[in-house]
C-alpha cells in the first residue's frame, strides 16, 4: 500500500523558512515522479513543485518560482520541499503526491496523495 | 495558465441515477492530458480518470471520462451511495497544471 506521510509545516512569520519532507513507502519511489500541490484556507487545489524520478528535472508554479526548492533522496525514499521567502499567501495545507509515471514528459496523472502538512504564515 | 471551468457547482442526485459532470478549459488541453479525481470529506483526492478516458487501477466501471480539446466530461452510472462527494478536474498538459474549482455531487 503506498503512503506518503508529510512533516514539517509549522507557523512561521512573514519571510521566514521551512522545509517540508515526504516519507514515502509502498512502492519503488525512484521510478515515479513527485510533487506538491497546496490547499489554502478556502480556495481550490494548487499545483507547487514538481521533480521527475531521477529528480534531475525540477519544476515550479510561478507564485513560488525562486522561494521554493523542491528536491529528493531516493535512497531514503524522502521528497522535500525548502520554503524561503514565505508569504501570507503561502499559508495552506501541503499534499505530497506521487505520479503515475517517472519521466516528466508523460508526468501530472497524480495517483496517491498524502493527508498533508499546515503550513501557516502569519506575523 | 489554462483555466478549468467545472460545471454544475452541485449535483443533487439518489443512488441508482447518473451523474454527468462537466469540465471547461480556457485553452485547449494537450494531449487531452485531463484527470479527474474523487474527494470525500477530510480524505486526499483520489484519481479516478487519467488521460482524459482511461480508468485509473481500482476505479469501477461506472465511472467513464470522455472529451477533447477544451470540453471534457465525467459520467457516473448508476451511482452508489460512496459516490457521493467532491469531483475536480485537472489538465497536465501544459505548465502550470490547473485544477477546476469542483462539482459537489450530493444525494
Known amino acids: 500500500e503506498v503512503q506518503l506521510l508529510e512533516s514539517g509545516g509549522d507557523l512561521v512569520q512573514p519571510g521566514g523558512s521551512l522545509r517540508l519532507s515526504c516519507a514515502a513507502s509502498?512502492?519503488?519511489?525512484?521510478?515515479?515522479?513527485m510533487s506538491w500541490v497546496r490547499e489554502a484556507p478556502g480556495k481550490g487545489l494548487e499545483w507547487v513543485s514538481g521533480?521527475?524520478?531521477?529528480?534531475?528535472?525540477?519544476y515550479y508554479a510561478d507564485s513560488v518560482k525562486g522561494r521554493f526548492t523542491i528536491s529528493r533522496d531516493n535512497s531514503k525514499n524522502m521528497l522535500y520541499l525548502q520554503m524561503n521567502s514565505l508569504k501570507d499567501e503561502d499559508t495552506a495545507v501541503y499534499h505530497c503526491?506521487?505520479?503515475?509515471?517517472?519521466?516528466?514528459?508523460?508526468?501530472?496523472?497524480?495517483?496517491?496523495w498524502g493527508q498533508g502538512t499546515r503550513v501557516t504564515v502569519s506575523s | 495558465e489554462i483555466v478549468l471551468t467545472q460545471s454544475p457547482g452541485t449535483l443533487s442526485l439518489s443512488p441508482g441515477e447518473s451523474a454527468t459532470l462537466s469540465c471547461r478549459a480556457s485553452?485547449?488541453?494537450?494531449?487531452?492530458?485531463l484527470a479527474w479525481y474523487q474527494r470525500k470529506l477530510g480524505q486526499a483526492p483520489r484519481l479516478l480518470i487519467y488521460?482524459?478516458?482511461s480508468r485509473a487501477t481500482g476505479v469501477p466501471d461506472r465511472f467513464s471520462g470522455s472529451g477533447s480539446g477544451t470540453d471534457f466530461t465525467l459520467t457516473i452510472s448508476r451511482l452508489e451511495p460512496e459516490d457521493f462527494a467532491v469531483y475536480y478536474c485537472?489538465?497536465?498538459?501544459?505548465?502550470?497544471?490547473?485544477f477546476g474549482q469542483g462539482t459537489k455531487v450530493e444525494v
Open positions: 503526491v506521487k505520479d503515475r509515471r517517472g519521466n516528466w514528459n508523460y508526468a501530472g496523472a497524480l495517483d496517491s
Open positions: 509502498g512502492f519503488t519511489f525512484s521510478s515515479f515522479a
Open positions: 521533480l521527475s524520478n531521477g529528480g534531475t528535472g525540477t
Open positions: 485553452q485547449t488541453v494537450s494531449k487531452t492530458y
Open positions: 488521460g482524459a478516458s
Open positions: 485537472q489538465q497536465y498538459g501544459d505548465s502550470p497544471w490547473t
